[in-house]
């Protein structure tokens, strides 16, 4: 069975800071695909990066990179100079097999605060 | 381009009655999804339409769960009768169908309905 482990519940961080908010997965398809949403206050889940399993590169927009090692089955995120707006919950997510339709299977979540 | 809207933001019901959230996904979108986040728990897959059928119902709870989409724009998620254990954040999400092209098509989220059952 699929599964994504996040291990911090909650995270403090002084602004501007890097900040890698932790994520393990375990699946058995071959073929999978891993993302990071934010979840602010306000409720809305936003998508931040994508990487794929066969990805040779590690995923990076803007101030996030994501830090894949496969052999691992990690999948950090990392938030490079943090601001106070990154305050947020913070989701790990996989959709396995090959159908890019799949249903996504999320983490429990890490809450991330941001101190001036 | 608007985002996936759903409504009502917000819902207080007793125990036993029935309650019918409302999903509309962004316009184009074929993929359909519901997830529910109980109270600190994961974000737990309900199900998966595309247009309007039914392509995965795996995740829903029990028959007290109804879901359509009829017409395979917006979607409907009705709860009758509603129990305690309903209560959580109600999310619906929207993808467009692709045969080809990136992987990567990642689903994109309304903002929740919060339900709470007294």
Not at chain 1, 5 to 12: A, K, L, N, V
Not at chain 1, 72 to 90: C, E, F, H, T, W
Not at chain 2, 3 to 27: A, M, N
């Amino acid at each position: 069975a699929q599964k994504i482990t996040q291990t911090q519940p909650g995270m403090f961080v002084q602004e501007k800071e890097a900040v890698t908010l932790d994520c393990t997965y375990d699946t058995s398809d071959p073929s999978y695909g891993l993302f990071w949403y934010k979840q602010p206050s306000s409720g809305e889940m936003i998508f931040l990066i994508y990487q794929g399993s066969y990805d040779q590169q590690n995923a990076t927009e803007g101030r996030y990179s994501l830090n894949f090692q496969k052999a691992r089955k990690s999948a950090n995120l990392v938030i490079s100079a943090s601001q106070l707006g990154d305050s947020a919950m913070y989701f790990c997510a996989m959709r396995g097999g090959l159908n890019r339709d799949d249903k996504i299977i999320f983490g429990k979540g890490t809450r991330l605060h941001i101190l001036p | 381009e608007a985002g996936v809207t759903q409504f009502p933001s917000h819902s207080v019901i007793e125990k036993g009655q029935t309650v019918t959230l409302r999903c509309d996904p962004i316009s184009g979108h074929d993929n359909l999804y519901w997830y529910r986040r109980v109270m600190g728990k994961e974000i737990k897959f309900l199900l998966h339409f595309v247009k309007e059928s039914k392509q995965d119902e795996s995740g829903m709870p029990n028959n007290r769960f109804l879901a359509e989409r009829t017409g395979g724009t917006y979607s409907t998620l009705k709860v009758q009768p509603a129990e305690l254990e309903d209560s959580g954040v109600y999310f619906c999400a929207s993808s467009p169908r692709r045969v080809a092209g990136p992987y990567q098509e990642t689903q994109y989220f309304g903002p929740g309905t919060r339900l709470l059952v007294l």
